[in-house]
Every structure is written in structure tokens, then in C-alpha cells.
């Protein structure tokens, strides 16, 4: 425990006094998460504008000229690419993940304050160099958010000069954010956890945040050298992934390089990416689960061999993005394996969230119906990913919408579900307020409801053959109800959007105004709940830490006098160890 001491001691050198210490140049955790939150949803939301502009294009091609192709594939690739890194990803780790690890852990902070505090501030500059790429000569990249080579370098590809140039350091810089962030995530949880609080006894948000820092530690080099070398073949001339090839009437200065290659070092980072953003979002929902059906996680170690499991394996996945690239059946066979024996530990944990829920005292909070509707649009999602598994079921689809569908389903609306649910979940702990229920219950029933009927009939297009990345659509390829559902689709996405506003509008409406929530709204029994202050202040604990005697899910324990024991009280009279891990 020799970082504790650090972080102790680190606690009273630098307490911060003055506003610009406090809230600019903080080295508190807390600060730095909510500076990620704040940044990520920002640029979040400029990614759903994108989309929103791209489905009035295909709902309305005729009314709306919002957009010309060349800006359909500039704006799929920013929201592409803004969704997975710089919202979700950053969201995950660089705001859950410092807010929860410390607190849930107790610790007083991260063990590297100045590190984690630096790692926001190069964080913010790769979001800034990105958005740079709008104003910038031709644009960002439109190369898609795969950034295939020789596509994403050759002319007539917009941003192809230095759109893409852009994205690629943008990308490089936020990796030195996330490697500064997730050293921190991964050293906290091994070093600085308080006494008693062994690995076995840590909330699963806090396992499935180290095991996705962990992969994401691992995979993100693999995107760092591909952005280096594709930067040196867009700009010197190198050609590691570029061949010699004839491209609108002119043949290219490069040869020999192999686009394949950046394929795979693409995909060996792009796979465990989703697992970088799931594996967060599986924790929270379990941590939700329990304490709003007032049960212990049904399974809790199977639930933490699951996230490890899961995690090994999607570094041995990678090429089922690639089975229409003329792969080796052999191959195929091998990938299509892999994937598929990675729905055996998702398949328990999603057994594990509902036998959490049976017979359990369900609370139908606002954070509960998210991670309620997590459980439905994760099933769903899992269960088209494993259609696509299949090499002879994904070629034929792999172009088409049904993989849009697929993967918004599971690795896009699922986890901003769980975000939600967060959200409503520990807002009280940071802001020391609720945030409205009845404005949190449209929100949910709005964005659930409607990302359903965005998402459903996308596998029906799929099915017909709908391209994805298309702009426009001859109406003569498809029948009518093609175009009927694209409108639908983008009415329902409209309205899907503009509900975020109902969450913005609760997110600084309860700040002011909101019931003051008291230290533990929920009745929770991880550590978060039961510091002195809350909003916590610097330095987490006051002068003492706690200490732990039990796991974080003894709820409607038999005998005990309330229906949770924190994880902080000891054994005793009315707070006896429940039957699982004391
Ligand atoms: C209301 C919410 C959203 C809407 C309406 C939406 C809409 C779209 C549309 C219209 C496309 C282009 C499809 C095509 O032409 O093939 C797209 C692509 C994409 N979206 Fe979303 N999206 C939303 C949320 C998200 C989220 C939360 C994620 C996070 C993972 C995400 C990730 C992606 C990715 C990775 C692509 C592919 C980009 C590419 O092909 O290069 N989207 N989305
Ligand atoms: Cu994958």
C-alpha cells in the first residue's frame, strides 16, 4: 500500500486553493472527470449533429440539399470517429473511470494527480486538432472511420490531402492522452486500493474500467503506429501501405506497400476497441442492477472471469472485419471460431443481469430503466453480431445496412444507455443533487422507444440490400418502402435528438434547482456513497480512510437491519456478512 501513502501525502502538499488550481489546473480526479464528461459530450454532440445532417440526406434526398456526397463521407467519418473515441471511449475511462476508480476504491486519488491531470489537457488539444480538420484546406477526411488505405491518401477521396493528416495526429495525440489516463486507472486500482478492499471485494464498475483500460493500454499502440506511418506515406512518401496503383488517370509515386496490413493493424486495435467501450458499460449495469433491485449481483465471480475472459479473447478476433478481404478460408474458419466462443462468457453475463433482477426489489428508478434497456438493445445487438460472425452470413451483408444496424445496436446505443443510467446514478454524488425524475423518465421512454424505431428497420434495409456509406440511393434499385423507412428513420432520429436536449436542459437545470440528494440517495453500499462530504471533497476521505470488511452487494441481506450494508461497516450485530464474499 506504499501509493497510498504517495497519494496521501500528495493530498497535503497540494490541496488547491485558488479557483484556477481548483477547477482549471486540478489534479483532483474528480475535476479531471468532469472536465472529460464536459469535453466528451460537447464534442459528442457536434458527432450527433453529423448524423442528424446525414439522415435528413438519406431520408429527404429530394427536399433537403443540406449536404453534397463529398460532405456525407466527411461527416460519417467525424461521426464515426468522434462517437467510439472521442465520446465514448474518453466518457468511459477518462470520465467514469477517474470519478469511480479512486472513490470506489478507496483511495484518496489517483496515484499520479499531475499525470491525470496533463492527460485532460492533451485529451482536449487531440479534440481540438480534430475539430481543426473542419476549417482546414478540403476538410477532414472522408475516408470512412476504418481510414482504409490507399483510399483514405488517394485524390478524389475529400480530405484526402490534409483532412486525413489531421486526423491522424489528432489520433496520435489523444492516444498519449488515454496512455497517461489509463497508466493512472491501472496503477490505482493495483496499488491504492484502501485496506480490505481486495480485488475480489471491487465493484464490477471498477473491474470492467481496469480490464478495458488494460485492453485499451494494448490495442491503442497498434492504431498509434499505423497513424505514424500513414501520416509518413500521406506526407514523405513512404509507401507502407500504399502500392503502386493507377487512381483517376494518374499513377501514384508509391509502390510496394501493403493496404492489407493496415487492415489488420487497424482491426487488431478496432475490436478490442468495443470492448474498451462494452466492458465499462457492463460493470456500471451491474452495479446498477443490484442496487436498484436491492440484490446482490447474481454470479459476482463469474461476472468478474467474464470480463477477463472477454477481454483475452477480443484481442484474437480481429479479423471478422475483414472476411470480404480475400482472406484465407482457413482463416475465416479460425476467426469465425473465435468470435463465436466470445458469445459463451457475454451470453452469462447477460444470464447473471437477469437472475440479478429475480425476485429481486426492483426499483424502477430512472438509472433502472436505462440499464434495463441496456439488457434489451444488448441482446439484440448480440445476437446480429452473431449472424455476422459467420463468414458466409457476413459477406453478403457486410456492405449493408444490416451491419449499421448491428453495430449501433450494440456498440453504440447500448453503452450510451448505460451512460445515461450513470449519469442519473452519480450526479447526486457529484453535484450533491438529483436531477429531475420526471424529466428523466421522458428522456428514457424517448431516446428507448426511439432508438428502436431507428434501428429495427435498418436490419429489413440491410436484408434488401441497402448499401451503407451510400448518399443517395437510385429508387429504381429498391422498392418503395425503402425510401418510406429511410424517411421514418430519420423523422424518429430527429426526435431521438432533440430528447438529448431534455437531459442537457435536467444536466444544468438540477444544478440550481434541484432536491438536494443527501450522501447516499440510493441506498448504496460501495464506497462512493460514504465519504463525509458530497460532493466529495479533495482528498476524498477527510482525514482517515475506510476501511472494508465486505463486497460491494450485501442488499436485503437476511438479518441484517437495513436492506444494505456499506461496504465500511463491519461484521456485527444487524450488519452480518451475507453468503457471498466477506
Ligand atoms: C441518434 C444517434 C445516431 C444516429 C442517428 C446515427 C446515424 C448514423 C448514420 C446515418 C451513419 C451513416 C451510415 C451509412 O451511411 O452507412 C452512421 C455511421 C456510424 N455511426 Fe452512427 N448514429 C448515431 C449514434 C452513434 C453512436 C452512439 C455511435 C457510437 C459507437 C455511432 C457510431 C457510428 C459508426 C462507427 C459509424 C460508421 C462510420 C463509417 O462507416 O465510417 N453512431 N451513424
Ligand atoms: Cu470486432
Avoid at 462468457?345 to 426492483?362: C, E, F, M, Q, S
Amino acid at each position: 500500500m506504499a501509493y497510498v501513502a504517495m497519494a496521501d501525502r500528495d493530498h497535503e502538499l497540494h490541496d488547491p486553493q485558488t479557483f484556477i488550481t481548483k477547477y482549471i489546473w486540478s489534479q483532483d480526479h474528480k475535476v479531471i472527470a468532469i472536465q472529460y464528461g464536459v469535453t466528451a459530450i460537447a464534442i459528442g454532440l457536434v458527432a450527433l449533429v453529423l448524423s442528424l445532417v446525414m439522415r435528413l440526406q438519406l431520408g429527404f434526398p429530394h427536399t433537403f440539399s443540406l449536404i453534397a456526397p463529398a460532405d456525407y463521407y466527411q461527416a460519417i467519418t467525424m461521426h464515426g470517429m468522434i462517437m467510439v473515441i472521442y465520446l465514448l471511449t474518453a466518457l468511459f475511462l477518462g470520465g467514469f473511470g477517474n470519478y469511480l476508480i479512486p472513490l470506489m476504491c478507496g483511495a484518496r486519488d489517483m496515484v499520479f494527480p499531475y499525470m491525470n491531470m496533463l492527460s485532460y489537457w492533451v485529451y482536449l488539444l487531440a479534440v481540438l486538432i480534430l475539430v481543426a480538420g473542419f476549417f482546414i484546406p478540403g476538410g477532414p477526411t472522408g475516408a470512412g472511420w476504418t481510414l482504409y488505405p490507399p483510399q483514405a491518401v488517394s485524390t478524389g477521396t475529400p480530405g484526402a490531402s490534409w483532412g486525413i493528416v489531421c486526423m491522424l495526429i489528432s489520433l496520435g495525440v489523444f492516444i498519449v492522452a488515454f496512455t497517461m489516463g489509463g497508466l493512472n486507472y491501472v496503477t490505482t486500482v493495483l496499488q491504492a486500493r484502501c485496506r480490505g478492499m481486495t480485488l475480489m471485494r471491487m465493484p464490477l464498475s471498477v473491474w470492467g474500467i481496469f480490464v478495458a483500460t488494460i485492453l485499451g493500454l494494448l490495442a491503442f499502440p497498434a492504431l498509434l503506429v499505423s497513424a505514424v506511418m500513414m501520416t509518413l506515406d500521406a506526407t514523405i512518401g513512404t509507401s507502407f501501405f500504399m502500392p503502386a496503383m493507377l487512381s483517376m488517370g494518374h499513377t501514384n509515386t508509391h509502390a510496394g506497400g501493403s493496404p492489407l496490413l493496415f487492415q489488420h493493424l487497424f482491426w487488431f486495435f478496432g475490436h478490442p476497441e468495443v470492448y474498451i467501450v462494452a466492458l465499462p458499460a457492463f460493470g456500471i449495469v451491474s452495479d446498477l442492477l443490484s442496487t436498484h433491485s436491492r440484490r446482490h449481483i447474481f454470479g459476482y465471480r463469474m461476472m468478474v472471469w467474464a470480463i477477463l475472459a472477454i477481454g483475452c479473447l477480443s484481442f484474437v478476433v480481429w479479423a471478422h472485419h475483414m472476411y470480404v478481404s480475400g482472406m484465407n478460408p482457413y482463416f475465416g474458419f479460425f476467426f469465425a471460431t473465435t468470435t463465436l466462443i466470445i458469445a459463451v462468457p457475454t451470453a452469462i453475463k447477460v444470464y447473471n443481469w437477469v437472475l440479478t433482477l429475480w425476485r429481486g426489489d426492483i426499483h424502477l428508478t430512472v438509472p433502472m430503466l436505462f440499464a434495463i434497456g441496456f439488457i434489451f438493445t444488448f441482446i439484440h445487438g448480440g445476437l446480429t453480431g452473431l449472424f455476422l460472425g459467420n463468414v458466409t452470413v457476413d459477406v453478403p451483408l457486410s456492405a449493408t445496412y444490416f451491419v449499421v444496424a448491428h453495430f449501433h445496436m450494440v456498440m453504440g446505443v447500448s453503452p450510451i444507455l448505460v451512460v445515461f443510467g450513470a449519469v442519473y446514478h452519480w450526479y447526486p454524488k457529484m453535484s450533491g443533487k438529483m436531477l429531475n425524475d420526471t424529466l428523466g423518465r421522458l428522456h428514457f421512454w424517448i431516446t428507448f422507444l426511439g432508438v428502436y424505431a431507428i434501428y429495427l428497420p435498418m436490419h429489413y434495409l440491410g436484408i434488401m440490400g441497402v448499401p451503407r456509406r451510400y448518399y443517395a440511393y437510385s429508387t429504381a434499385d429498391f422498392p418503395q418502402s425503402v425510401q418510406e423507412l429511410n424517411a421514418a428513420i430519420t423523422v424518429s432520429a430527429l426526435i431521438v435528438g432533440a430528447a438529448q436536449l431534455i437531459l442537457l436542459f435536467n444536466l444544468v437545470y438540477s444544478l440550481f434547482k434541484g432536491k438536494p440528494a443527501g450522501p447516499n440517495p440510493w441506498r448504496g453500499t460501495s464506497l462512493e456513497w460514504q465519504t463525509p462530504d458530497t460532493p466529495p471533497k479533495h482528498g476524498n476521505w477527510g482525514p482517515k480512510l475506510p476501511v472494508v470488511y465486505r463486497w460491494a452487494y450485501d442488499y436485503s441481506v437476511p438479518g441484517a437491519s437495513e436492506d444494505f450494508i456499506p461496504q465500511n461497516v463491519p461484521p456485527g450485530p444487524g450488519a452480518p456478512l451475507s453468503h457471498g464474499h466477506g
